[in-house]
């Protein structure tokens, strides 16, 4: 079986997500010693040289090479393409871009905008082209067989052909963190990142402290925020940076947190955190109890910053619970996440998909 994976326009080998997610795959796949080759432009070639699996570029002829063509994200051009070559097509949805224009889709009845819960002036229903584009999205997904990132996100997209197989990645523990009251966060400073409640339940913690990784919009929102609540010598900001030295940030602490106030489909940083071993608390939102489940870490209400507080200080307290936790969360990451049994589930989705 000969598998085309597509990452992706714009995506680099070491850049969020998604980017791992087909890093992962391809590692998982040449293990079950799978024919696969990468279709991406040539950031990918320094990982495709390594892995040893061909980079091809994205044409008719090289579609026309496989058994099954895997497109990974939004993608409708590569996969109307490989429908129109009679090639079957596999979309990996990352996001909520086959519901939401604006790939947000905050709540249930609309993308939450201003603090809406209506719809916002990027709904299809208010926009010809929108209803028109959203409209082409799922009149291709209907001649593919989609896989969601969790359960959640397949409940949401509402897809036909629809399958939910959480997004791979390894477990890599580690020893016991370098400093007791280090709390981390890793992400994007944007509001749907909740990171403005993180420091509210920082001030209510009086003897931990708090990095933060990542930059964005509301960076000058949270340094004014952290000097009204008088917490510049507990809270450092350490900028963007490499997965490298994020690894090395969630070594360092003792507490993951992940705050998110909207849906995350899934959640590489939390993903993380359980792969190192280290306690992880989340918000209670998307595809957060899934991956966290009632065992693997802790999970918080969304937008209550005591409540959060609260959590935070059982789980610095309590050593006991939290190594049992944190043994939890890499077994469940060697078990269900690891890029070998991930790439066992999409296999034999291949092989259900070409039968078909």
């Not at 190192?276 to 489940?293: I, M, Q, T, Y």
Request: glycine share 8%; proline share 6%.
């Amino acid at each position: 079986m000969r598998i085309l994976l597509i990452p992706g326009t714009g995506l680099a080998p070491q850049h969020g997500g998604q980017s791992s997610f087909c890093r992962y795959l391809a590692e998982g796949l040449l293990e079950l010693n799978h024919s696969v080759e990468i279709a991406a432009d040539d950031g990918w070639a320094d990982f495709c040289n390594q892995k040893g699996i061909p980079l091809r570029t994205r044409d008719t002829r090289t579609l026309n090479e496989f058994d099954v063509v895997h497109v990974n994200g939004p993608g409708t051009r590569d996969a109307a393409l490989g429908l129109l070559l009679g090639k079957k097509v596999v979309l990996t949805h990352q996001d909520y871009r086959y519901l939401c224009p604006a790939n947000t889709a905050w709540t249930p009845n609309g993308c939450g905008a201003n603090g809406s819960s209506g719809p916002c002036r990027f709904c299809p229903a208010r926009d010809l082209r929108s209803r028109a584009h959203m409209r082409m999205l799922r009149m291709t997904t209907a001649f593919c067989s989609n896989v969601a990132i969790s359960s959640y996100v397949l409940q949401r997209l509402a897809l036909p052909n629809g399958h939910a197989i959480l997004s791979p990645i390894r477990a890599e523990p580690n020893s016991a963190p370098h400093d007791s009251r280090l709390i981390a966060f890793a992400g994007r400073l944007a509001p749907e990142k909740g990171v403005i409640v993180l420091i509210h339940a920082l001030a209510q913690l009086p003897d931990a402290r708090l990095e933060i990784a990542g930059d964005g919009s509301m960076l000058p929102l949270l340094r004014q925020l952290v000097a009204e609540l008088g917490l510049e010598t507990r809270v450092r900001f350490l900028g963007n940076l490499p997965l490298e030295l994020v690894t090395d940030l969630y070594r360092r602490a003792t507490v993951v947190c992940v705050p998110s106030i909207w849906h995350e489909p899934f959640g590489y940083a939390a993903a993380e955190a359980l792969a190192l071993g280290r306690a992880l608390v989340a918000s209670d939102r998307g595809a957060f109890p899934e991956l966290v489940g009632r065992t693997r870490g802790w999970l918080c209400r969304a937008e209550d910053p005591s409540d959060w507080a609260n959590t935070l200080r059982t789980v610095l307290e309590d050593d006991d619970e939290r190594a049992r936790r944190c043994r939890e969360a890499v077994h469940f990451v060697a078990t269900d996440l690891d890029p070998l049994p991930v790439a066992r589930r999409y296999a034999a989705l291949y092989e259900k998909h070409i039968g078909g």
